[in-house]
């Protein structure tokens, strides 16, 4: 599997403890419309951020970040958002397996100074996050290989048809 890509863009901080509620609302989960999953994105924590996003920005989020329930909506509005990663100090554990699974960066950095409107630079493969704006570099808790895999290959699925474990019947 290939590398992932080094990704820059403009840091959005998030507090601790940002459960899936916050991150995308229960009364919006019953769409497969994903646009519209990112139009309300963290809407009750922050009313005016989705608009804020653009393409590539980066979530910067403090202990515990996605706890609550499993829904898979969370990281799916954010990756739906435009945003290319979700650095946190530490995940709830669902929320980070559910984001790999749907090919969204997560990178745990127990220990930075990123602030809001700081632009930064995510080396997932070397486990390095670069603060452009204040010069200075955080390292982040490496994720198990296979994970990176998963990652490169934009998600699960792509990842098991690709290696041939996962087949689909043809409705064709």
């Given amino acids: 599997m290939s590398a992932l890509p080094v990704v820059t863009g403009r840091a959005h901080l998030l507090g601790d403890d940002v459960d899936t509620d916050r991150i ?22 922050d009313p005016a951020l989705a608009a804020r996003i653009r393409a590539g920005d980066v979530l910067v989020a403090g202990e515990n970040f996605g706890l609550g329930s499993s829904r898979e909506q969370a990281p799916v509005a954010i990756k739906a958002a435009g945003v290319s990663c979700v650095l946190a100090r530490s995940f709830a554990r669902i929320f980070y397996r559910n984001a790999i699974n749907i090919g969204l960066s997560v990178v745990e950095v127990p220990k930075h100074s990123v ?21 200075e570099r ?9 994970m990176g895999q998963i990652l490169a290959a934009g998600g699960l699925v792509p990842y098991l048809r690709a290696g041939g474990d996962y087949s689909v019947e043809d409705d064709q």
């Fill in 24 to 45: 995308i609302a229960g009364k919006y989960t019953k769409t497969l419309d994903v646009s519209s999953l990112a139009e309300h994105l963290l809407e009750d924590y």
């Fill in 115 to 135: 602030s809001d409107g700081d632009t930064v630079t995510v080396d997932v493969n070397q486990g390095l996050v670069l603060n452009d704006t204040r010069s």
């Fill in 138 to 146: 955080y390292s982040a808790t490496r994720m198990p290989p296979v």
